[in-house]
């Protein structure tokens, strides 16, 4: 699944818990998502979002 597919699919309401079941996608892989979804949301660049996280 792309960032792309999984933003389209979260933009139209669906919950990652559904995503997750509906794709067969393991944990890491929808947090993945998740957190680049989160960082669109944001407008926050994904690298810019790893040092964040990488800093704590």
Request: with cysteine; hydrophobic share 35%.
């Amino acid at each position: 699944m792309t960032i792309e597919t999984y933003l389209k699919m979260r933009d139209n309401g669906k919950a990652l818990e559904e995503i997750k079941k509906e794709k067969h996608l393991s944990e890491g892989t929808v947090y993945t998502l998740e957190l680049g979804y989160q960082c669109y949301l944001k407008g926050l660049s994904l690298d810019k979002a790893i040092k964040i996280i990488q800093s704590v």
